[in-house]
């Protein structure tokens, strides 16, 4: 498999022979939504409660008496069916939201991601991406420079001027290999790494 090697002005400089094992590989839809799914789920944190009949603050004394009134029976204003009464089944804090996947589903699923942006060419690879000072300014310029608008940049080795110039822009995240996920490739249009960056990407998933 071939991918676009791009120079500092966007354009196509080359061609990058990479491996098929990762670059290669046929979407695989279902994979892909599991591996998403899971990704997502795993990063939920059971912080929520909500109060059930025993928890909220209400009176013990019948509202009204069982017959005679025309109204329907009730015995606590504590009943879900009450404004302000106990939700029926609630969230506990406890509450496990992990899914299970196996690493060589994930890893899998990766490749087919990666396989699929190479298709549909909106990944592409440069050599090396530094600045000389960490500003936004000096690291916005030479992004749409490259033909950029928004953008995921995947390096080998994370540098401090590029990582402080970036964190301030909404549309352009900077990530290590190692924090690569599923759920930001699919997100941006385009994604950049490094000749260094791709070579972990096989090291790592191939």
Do not use: C
């Amino acid at each position: 498999m071939e991918l676009k090697l791009i120079n500092e002005q966007g354009l196509e400089a080359s061609r990058l022979e990479a491996s098929d094992t990762l670059f290669g590989r046929e979407y695989n839809e279902a994979l892909v939504h599991q591996v998403l799914v899971a990704y997502q789920a795993n990063g939920r944190s059971g912080n929520r409660a909500q109060k059930g009949r025993q928890d909220v603050r209400h009176t013990t004394k019948k509202p009204w008496r069982q017959k005679g009134t025309g109204r329907a029976r009730a015995g606590m204003s504590s009943s879900p069916i009450w404004r302000g009464g106990g939700q029926v089944f609630p969230s506990s804090p406890d509450e496990n939201f992990s899914h299970k996947l196996n690493r060589k589903m994930y890893r899998a699923g990766m490749a087919s991601i990666l396989s699929q942006l190479a298709r549909e060419d909106r990944l592409a690879v440069v050599d090396r991406f530094t600045i000389e000072a960490p500003k936004t300014k000096i690291f916005a310029s030479k992004i749409k420079g490259m033909g950029y608008d928004s953008v995921l940049l995947i390096t080998d080795d994370l540098d401090e001027n590029v990582f402080l110039a970036a964190r301030n822009l909404p549309n352009i995240l900077v990530v290590e290999v190692q924090q690569a996920d599923p759920v930001s490739l699919v997100q941006f249009r385009k994604v950049l790494m490094t000749k260094g960056a791709l070579a972990k990407f096989e090291e790592i998933l191939g």
